[in-house]
């Protein structure tokens, strides 16, 4: 016997008819960040210096400021989908988990943004 109704087996639902995507993109997102961050510390590691001037050259090159753009973009986004969960179990106040949830999206597009206009600056030049 299954407690779930007819409906949420059809439409694969859970009780709160929410959740399935959130718990899908961030498991695709972890397995997308497994490539990404293994490609970037090989790269980094496989340059002659760490300085400026080297790390600029090689973010100068196309496939790598796309894929470290890529991997900060993903990065943000599955940090968000981790912290999101938190304060959704964990902050019980309707009023102060809509603020802390608002907060939240907030700071990781800033951070997110920040990262990618960093890696772009030092990509195209200043």
């Not at 949420?8 to 859970?14: D, E, F, P, S, T």
């Not at 960040?33 to 080297?54: E, G, R």
Request: glycine share 10%; charged share 10%.
């Amino acid at each position: 016997m299954s407690l779930r109704s007819p409906l949420g087996r059809v439409l694969g639902l859970g009780s709160a008819k929410d959740g399935t995507g959130h718990w899908w993109a961030q498991r695709v997102t972890a397995v997308a960040l497994v490539p990404l961050t293994l490609w970037f510390f090989i790269a980094l590691l496989s340059l002659p210096a760490l300085d400026y001037s080297t790390v600029k050259a090689w973010l100068a090159l196309p496939v790598s400021s796309f894929l470290a753009v890529l991997t900060v973009g993903v990065l943000t986004y599955h940090a968000y989908l981790g912290t999101t969960v938190v304060v959704e179990d964990y902050v019980h106040g309707a009023g102060l988990k809509v603020a802390s949830l608002m907060l939240l999206r907030f700071l990781y597009v800033v951070f997110g943004g920040a990262g990618i206009f960093a890696i772009l600056r030092v990509a195209f030049g200043s």
